[in-house]
């Protein structure tokens, strides 16, 4: 609700250019003399408000160009309506054009309190001119707004966002605009920043939300109040006798958000000697500039390596070769190692050929060389920008990590839809073919697999598996000597962690695959066979842990081991067993993603 007439609402910007940010302001003067749409995004809050008006008093020239995008998450039942309700007329009294979305599949949250509105006290008997107050914003009537839906469905605030966005993305994408301004302020960089430090973040996260973003798709995010504390925004829509829409569920504990603003940022400032507020926006301008500072020595880095790749190339038919190596032979012999595919057959894939995923989707090798003896910052940022590597679990991501950094070839470790091989420092994605079982979304899942998702293990090939919850398992093919046949027989390894059986008897090709119901095998030396389940109780495994554990299976769909039990009977270590296949399984503690 404005309480006062428009135009003197915008008979001067909300706010001097001065108090906003100036990459924000840099970006949008670069870009005012575009055709495009402007679109803002809208929800009727006070930040939002106080965005619309800023950018519509200090552009009146795009006033007729500006779009305000409202998305009804339909979350508060009548509030909800009401929010979009009030946003629409603001609009019409701005001479704004309006878009709304609204979320049909939502998941309703539980009962709420009843919304608010805030009312400058000296505006709440000013006449209104051109602009009706909306009934569900008027003084006094919120108590006859119904309450929202109860259900026992609750929705993340991560997928609210995600909604969200892809509404403006749709709407933008739609009518031909790149700019979307945002309405975060100061406030909001310190409970980011405190939101990802509790659960780990570089210097990237730490330095969201950005003044001005710019977006793969070629959009561009701008955020001019990061300058402006919340105090202060609401302190000039009070001041012009504006009032705004406030969502009641703020004040709750159901978002990790709303806890952070509510307990422990009132808390962090208080027991700050300075200005808290301001320390937290130098940090994220300080840590915005190292980021910057990283992609660009890494950009400049990765270029080189190109640029010298191609200088010395030497292409074949069966692959491509890099001159001056191994020797000076002029040939690359690590890149046609042959290496098993997922039906064991022997190939080659060459390095410096985009390997397909599953989608058909290019996946283009990652060369690594350039970045030896550089900082660990720059080859995390490297392999972060390797799409495969995108799904992994943290515990995951930094285990393949590792494993680059130290060096020499590795040829199975699970990423994405296939495996990562690693030859002559080129990191390549090898996919799995049509109808073979995939390899773990290693970050898809959090603390438990997939319902029927299933990894392949090519023992022979050698394997390491990144499990959904962080935890690791390798598969290897191994001699039996008679040394390794008497630690074996004698019960010298702990089936929690290692155990090895007889590939002669297990039919390749294994797969891991989470828990079912049903499931039964025969343990080592038991009479017969039991149920995984009752097995599980009888080892005290926590019903938590259960549906995280690998079940690894033979072609045959007989369970060959799970760690925590013994390994199945049939497929023991004998007296004539020659070959075995090593299992070893690391537990995870990380469900986060990177």
């Known amino acids: 609700m404005i309480s006062r007439d428009m135009g003197m ?74 929010d979009e309700r009030f946003c629409r007329e603001v609009c019409a009294a701005l001479g704004v054009a309006f878009r709304a979305g609204r979320w049909e599949d939502t998941p309703v949250m539980g009962k709420i309190p009843n919304p608010k509105v805030q009312i400058p006290k000296e505006s709440q008997n000013s006449k209104v001119q051109n602009f009706k107050i909306p009934p569900s914003s008027a003084p006094g009537l919120s108590p006859t707004v119904p309450p929202a839906r109860v259900s026992e469905a609750r929705v993340s605030e991560a997928r609210a966002r995600e909604e969200r966005h892809a509404f403006f993305r749709r709407e933008m994408d739609a009518l031909g605009a790149r700019v979307l301004w945002l309405g975060h302020q100061k406030d909001d960089v310190a409970e980011t920043q405190l939101m990802r430090l509790a659960r780990g973040s570089s210097s990237a996260g730490l330095a969201a939300p950005r003044p001005a973003q710019r977006l793969a798709d070629g959009r561009v995010f701008l955020r001019p109040l990061l300058a402006l504390t919340k105090a202060e925004i609401t302190a000039a829509l009070r001041a012009r006798g504006v009032a705004w829409r406030e969502d009641a569920t703020n004040a709750g504990g159901d978002f990790f958000r709303n806890r952070i603003r509510r307990d422990v940022l009132p808390a962090w400032l208080a027991a700050a000697p300075g200005d808290a507020l301001a ?80 989608d058909g989707t290019p996946v283009p090798p990652l060369d690594l060389r350039v970045l030896a003896g550089k900082p660990r910052a720059l080859w995390r940022r490297a392999l972060r920008r390797w799409e495969p590597a995108g799904g992994l679990a943290r515990a995951g991501f930094e285990a393949l990590l590792e494993l680059c950094m130290r060096g020499g070839d590795f040829q199975r470790v699970s990423v994405g839809g296939g495996f990562a091989v690693m030859r002559g420092g080129v990191l390549a994605f090898l996919a799995a073919d049509a109808g073979d079982a995939s390899a773990l979304p290693g970050g898809g899942a959090v603390g438990r697999w997939l319902a029927g998702a299933s990894a392949s293990l090519p023992a022979r090939a050698g394997c390491v598996l990144f499990l959904p919850d962080g935890a690791v398992l390798a598969a290897r093919e191994v001699a039996i000597s008679p040394g390794l046949r008497a630690r074996i027989l004698a019960g010298d390894w702990d089936p929690a962690r290692e155990v090895c059986v007889s590939l002669e008897e297990a039919a390749p090709p294994l797969v891991a695959r989470p828990w079912a119901p049903g ?40 369970i060959v081991w799970v760690p925590g039990l013994p390994p199945a009977d049939e497929v023991k270590i004998s007296n004539n067993s020659g070959v075995g296949l090593r299992l070893t399984y690391k537990s995870g503690t990380s469900t986060v993603r990177p």
Do not use: Q
Not at 40 to 60: I, Y
Not at 329 to 346: K, L, Q, T
Not at 522 to 541: E, Q, T, V, W
């Open 9 to 82: 609402v915008l008979k001067e910007p909300l706010f001097p250019r001065g108090a906003l940010h100036r990459a924000a302001l840099a970006e949008a003067g670069a870009r005012t003399g575009d055709a495009g749409l402007w679109c803002v995004a809208f929800s009727g809050g006070a930040d939002s408000l106080a965005l619309l008006l800023a950018v519509a008093g200090l552009w009146p020239e795009r006033r007729g160009r500006l779009v305000a995008l409202h998305f009804n998450h339909r979350l508060r039942g009548e509030a909800s309506d009401g």
């Open 279 to 358: 320390g937290a926006a130098l940090s994220r301008e300080w840590l915005e500039e190292d980021d910057e500072a990283l992609e660009a020595w890494l950009g400049e880095l990765m270029e080189c390596g190109a640029r010298s790749a191609e200088r010395g190339m030497d292409r074949r038919a069966d692959g491509i070769a890099f001159a001056g190596e191994n020797g000076g032979a002029g040939e690359n012999r690590s890149a046609d190692i042959p290496v098993r595919d997922f039906a064991g057959r022997n190939a080659h894939a060459p390095l410096g050929v985009a390997a397909a995923n599953t």
């Open 519 to 558: 499931d039964r095998y025969r343990p080592l030396g038991a009479p017969g066979s039991a149920k995984l389940h009752d097995l599980f109780i009888n080892r005290k495994i926590p019903a938590g842990r259960r549906l995280a554990l690998p079940v690894v299976c033979d072609a045959r769909g007989r």
